[in-house]
């Protein structure tokens, strides 16, 4: 059993068709800037009829293996965080793995919607401390199939990417998963749904596609819970760590809403320049903005050992967590 693990490969990837905020807003009707003003995008990135899930999945592992620059037979475990899989059955974890040419690793979807990532990560660091074998977790979502046109709120909001992790058995205590805190609400789990498709509303020949669309029926509410529990839960992980803010070098948001993470930030007493932003290129991805975001960074400015993260989500469910990661 190994004392820890770490990271050794990140990896991201985003459709070609980017799109800006214009496009949107005299869709919507709404004044130019309204977007960028009330969320913090000015561009998302969006599939073409021809991308998969599975496809956008396996890049961002693919560059993540890459990166980590180890033998892809070593990998044990895929864990694939995605609310938007090829199909709703078979899970597409087996074959993200499948093509990745990973040999025998389990695969499993995981399905935990914005903080889809958090759990993964933490149940990947199980395993590889458990059996002593790396992981690949990837996070992948193409929201924009998903998302209803005419509805504001959202449409304004979702975009399409992956991102990817490679983590491996480590006896460095420092390093890896050094507190972690999940947590979920489900007096509130109607604020953000698609309403058709499950076994309680079937798809049927009647059924009205609006159903089958993403909606958030309360905008407000979930800006504020979303605050709250990001909050909580990253009070929490630190606490476990036995760590207080200042000693964070990076904090690496779900990047929701920049209201929503700059308000945490300022909970937290986090100052600004530490947190890591994507939202304004890349738009909200769901589970996949946080290794995105933090593929990106480590592009723009590499992570060097033993600088301390905090990761936070929150999302549909409610569900949400926060841990601190050492590098």
Known sequence: MSRSSCILGFGHHAPARKVENPEIEDRLGLEPGWIERRTGIRSRFWAADEDTLSGLAALAGDMALANAGIDRREIGLLLLATSTPDHLLPPSAPLVAHRLELGRSGAIDLTGACAGFIYALVFADGFTRLHGKASLVIAANILSRRINPAERASAVLFADAAGAVVIGPCDDPDRGILGASVDSDGSRYGLIQIPAGGSNTP??????????????????????????????????????????????????????NARIFDAVGRNLNIAGHAIVKTIAEYGNSSAATIPLSLSLAHQTEPFRQGEKMLLAAAGAGLTGGALILGI
Do not use: N, W, Y
């Open 203 to 256: 798809f049927h020949g009647d059924l009205d596609l609006e159903q089958t669309r993403m909606t958030i029926t309360d905008g407000r509410e979930v800006f504020a819970k979303a605050v709250e529990m990001m909050t909580a839960c990253s009070q929490d992980a630190l606490t476990a760590a036995r760590m207080r803010p200042q000693d964070i070098d990076r904090f690496v948001p779900h990047q929701a």
